[in-house]
């Protein structure tokens, strides 16, 4: 498969070439990752993973919301309900559901876009 060329990093200013699948140089990227910061920072620490593992064990498959597969998908992720920006309780099992990464996805852009913020 042919590599794609480099082009000029995304951010304003930078001379700096990229390459591969990548918009922004190095620096850049790494400047965006610190930003972002920890999973661990935005409540995603151990008793997260631990009722999380907990949940995906007792409900491997998607709950589907919105009935999009017409079979069973095995769930790779584990969402709340109500958003915890909405008032949603974070380790409650009550406010969670197993979804597929698809269906994760389709739930997490809805709320987004709702919203009007891409927090």
């Not at 910061?37 to 997260?48: E, M, R």
């Not at 999009?68 to 998908?73: A, C, E, F, K, L």
């Not at 790779?76 to 994760?104: F, T, Y």
Request: proline share 8%; aromatic share 6%; hydrophobic share 25%.
């Amino acid at each position: 498969m042919p590599r794609r060329s480099p082009r000029g990093c995304s951010m304003p200013g930078c001379p700096e070439l990229v390459e591969g699948n990548y918009s922004k140089c190095i620096q850049h990227r790494s400047e965006a990752e610190r930003a972002r910061g920890a999973p661990s920072d935005k409540g995603y620490d151990k008793a997260w993973r631990r009722i999380r593992n907990a949940f995906i064990r007792a409900h491997p498959w998607c709950a589907d919301p919105n009935k999009i597969h017409p079979t069973p998908q095995r769930a790779s992720h584990v969402d709340h309900i109500v958003p915890l920006g909405e008032g949603g309780a974070r380790l409650d099992k009550a406010n969670l559901e197993s979804l597929c990464i698809s269906c994760h996805s389709r739930k997490t852009a809805h709320e987004r876009n709702r919203r009007g913020s891409w927090e």
